[in-house]
């Protein structure tokens, strides 16, 4: 079975709901470990993580411990970025085993072809100030100088401050609407031998049948995550754990 998760948001809240958001995640991770060949995590499964050369964010043991414990096993994990935790480097390969992608990803399994992509910067052409935003967060050079010359527990401070007030600005926007850019630009290359497409970001869990679409949720009140078969038939799944 190939499983996708997305928005965790680990280490959102206070420390009650970061911890209760942790041990459904991993309680989850415990269920689906017989049967997971490929685990997808496709985005935001951290609130926010900035990676130093040499240091990294504290907490989230039991979920890091938990994955290199998966991918000992041979449980392939892959991870793609999203707008939370796009600051990643070598640490979650190096330690956990988890092969890493900064960018959408076509995938073949399960004899399909799946778009793989978080979401949050794809299709944004008409949006020139997210587009612009995009390019600077997601700018290597920047990064590395900011790594130079900001301390880490500053740069913490300011990227939790910033994950919440981003998370609030958007917290009355899971409206279907918010879907329709994502939904466009899977018609627009459905036609490219593709045969699903999959996204997270958007912390609503729906499904679109034509294209086959699957929008993965979030994790903060519940949890939901989508499952592949060997028969390439893909499944949306809310709160069953």
Partial sequence: MIYFASDIHLGSGDRATQRDVEQRFVQWLDKIEPTAQVLFLVGDIFDFWFEYKRVVPKGFVRTLGRLAQMTDKGIRVVMLTGNHDMWVSDYLTQECGIELYTTPQIFSISGKRIFVSHGDNTNIKKQPMLKLLNS????????????????PDLFMRFGQWWSGSSRKAHKYELELKYLDPLIEYARSHKDENIDMFIFGHMHIPHTVSNPCITFLGNWADGCSWAQLDDNGNITLKINEL
């Fill in 136 to 151: 600077i967060f997601r700018s290597k050079t920047l990064r590395h100088i900011a790594s130079w010359l900001i301390h």
